[in-house]
């Protein structure tokens, strides 16, 4: 996203970095590791769900982008190795990741039909899950509100766009709706926190809050806005988006304009002041989304 904004040949030398960073961590099996020690050894046999659905976020994302051929190439050939996985990935979470790293495949090659399958499969097992799980008071997948929800609702929404199947939409909509009612308290954005999560019945956790969450919310609704033009969930993405810079219950920014990272969480007596690279990487990509819509607002 950021070569395509600037076609900066120093950020293209990362994109190749990062791409072949993902080539070395590929198995023979197709699946991802997710921790590597200083000295370069991988600790794990295999990563987790999370870990692969993210990782096939971001290479179907590479074949969508302006990018050399070459790059495609690499990143096609990550995502198809790992395409047998996808029916027994459990995670609802890695699940909504590789609905979005199909989608973006799509618009690589429209006429994929393994590809689509894949993630019409999967956007119709998070249907599955909400009507199994959802009821009056809780319009959601499972009974708990965790980390990175809003990808639940945005990935049906993405799904939305290219099958047209109007119970995507819906689901995501209600969905949204639902944690909106939760997280949006007077206008400002409070993620659930993750020191004891929401679980269905009982109190939720205000603390700590998690970058994640905010970039999470505010795709979800910028998805929404690109599948209704309704202009309150371009509103609404605003909202998340300003969390980072002082928006939030505390007052208090997480972005750091002197390094360029982001603070890891924020508690109740204000920023853990270690700036982590998931959460880093949440703000940028936060911004880099939001950037095509400020015009807009």
Avoid at 12 to 17: A, D, E, K, R
Avoid at 160 to 166: A, D, S
Avoid at 181 to 205: F, Q, T
Wanted: hydrophobic letters at 40%.
């Amino acid at each position: 996203m950021e070569f395509e904004r600037t076609g900066s040949r120093e950020v293209l030398q990362l994109v190749s970095t990062y791409l072949s960073f993902l080539h070395y961590a590929q198995t023979s099996s197709g699946r991802f590791h997710n921790f590597m020690s200083y000295d370069q050894v991988w600790l794990d046999d295999m990563g987790s769900d999370d870990c692969f659905g993210r990782v096939l976020w971001a290479c179907g994302y590479a074949l969508h982008a302006d990018l050399h051929p070459n790059v495609k190439k690499v990143a096609k050939e990550l995502f198809d190795a790992g395409i047998r996985w996808i029916p027994f990935t459990q995670s609802l979470r890695a699940r909504a990741y590789m609905t979005l790293g199909c989608y973006h495949y799509l618009h690589f090659e429209p006429h994929n039909e393994a590809i689509r399958a894949a993630m019409v499969d999967i956007a119709d097992s998070l249907i599955k899950e909400y009507r199994f799980n959802a009821s009056q008071d809780w319009s959601w997948f499972e009974g708990v509100l965790t980390y990175s929800n809003g990808m639940l609702p945005r990935a049906l929404c993405t799904a939305y766009t290219l099958t047209k199947n109007q119970e995507y939409l819906d689901v995501a909509l209600e969905s949204l709706q639902f944690l909106t009612s939760v997280v949006i308290v007077d206008g400002m954005l409070h993620p659930i926190g993750c020191n004891g999560w929401y679980i269905k019945g009982y109190e939720r956790a205000w603390y700590d809050q998690q970058p994640v969450d905010p970039l999470g919310h505010q795709l979800s609704y910028l998805a929404a806005y690109d599948a209704t033009g309704d202009r309150k969930f371009l509103d609404l993405a605003k909202v998340c988006f300003d969390w980072f810079f002082g928006h939030n219950s505390v007052g208090e920014a997480l972005y750091d304009p002197v390094t360029g990272g982001c603070y890891d969480a924020l508690t109740q007596e204000g920023p853990n002041f270690n700036q982590g690279s998931e959460s880093t990487i949440c703000c940028l990509l936060a911004q880099l989304n939001m950037q095509p819509y400020l015009e807009k607002l």
